[in-house]
């Protein structure tokens, strides 16, 4: 069955640390991945995505995610963290199916 | 502009009272889905629908219905509800189901079910 693991529940950082958030998922087949933000209130946003080619993946606001296909993980980075980076964060794999993560929460004190 | 949109945007309701929760989108999508979100749960799928007259099962889908007889809307119908189906309820819709298709994601509707 296909699953998406996100393992850091929460998260706290000051500002200008470097971030990583893990995603693991498992899909034996071809998948697309994403990665969304929710800020404090608000719906859904996306912030990247990979479908094939460079799994060096660059998206909004700084953020970036590399692809491992071997290791079965799209995580997430972002070299300084700002305070408005404080949000929820949700890794999504798509394979046969779209499926979310549990999400992680950042938090990001000045 | 294009957007998904969502109402009531919360709700108070009591067991056992039916209620509606619409989605519209205006960007010709054809796939369009419901998810709810609970902490620690993330958003788990409760229904999709690929195109018109065709809906089918998420996850979690005991105790909704939805129908989709026109492209642009989704409704969300809670027959009889039950303070475990106190959520956040997050509409979205695609262009296709197909590929890398990104969902665009409605404001959310809070329900609180007494």
């Known amino acids: 069955a296909q699953s998406v693991s996100q393992h850091n529940h929460h998260v706290i950082l000051s500002e200008a640390a470097s971030l990583e958030l893990g995603c693991n998922y498992s899909y034996g087949g071809t998948v697309n991945l994403f990665w969304y933000v929710q800020y404090p209130g608000q719906h859904l946003q996306l912030l990247l995505k990979y479908f094939s080619g460079d799994p060096l993946v660059k998206g909004i606001k700084g953020f970036e995610a590399e692809f491992i296909k071997s290791k079965f993980s799209f995580n997430l980075r972002k070299p300084s963290v700002q305070w408005s980076d404080t949000a929820e964060y949700f890794c999504?794999?798509?394979?046969?199916?779209?499926?979310f993560g549990t999400g992680t929460q950042l938090k990001v004190e000045l | 502009e294009a957007q998904v949109t969502q109402n009531p945007r919360y709700l108070i309701t009591v067991t056992g009272k039916k209620l509606t929760v619409t989605c519209s989108q205006n960007m010709n999508h054809e796939y369009m889905s419901w998810y709810r979100q609970d902490p620690g749960l993330g958003l788990r799928q409760i229904y999709y629908s690929m195109n018109v007259e065709v809906t089918d099962k998420g996850d979690v889908p005991e105790g909704y219905k939805v129908s989709r007889k026109e492209k642009r809307n989704f409704p969300l119908i809670l027959e009889s509800p039950s303070p475990n189906q106190t959520s956040l309820y997050f509409c979205?819709?695609?262009?296709?189901?197909?590929?890398?298709?990104?969902?665009?994601f409605g404001a959310g509707s809070r329900l609180t079910v007494l």
């Open positions: 999504a794999v798509k394979g046969n199916k779209l499926t």
């Open positions: 979205a819709s695609s262009l296709t189901p197909l590929g890398a298709n990104v969902l665009t």
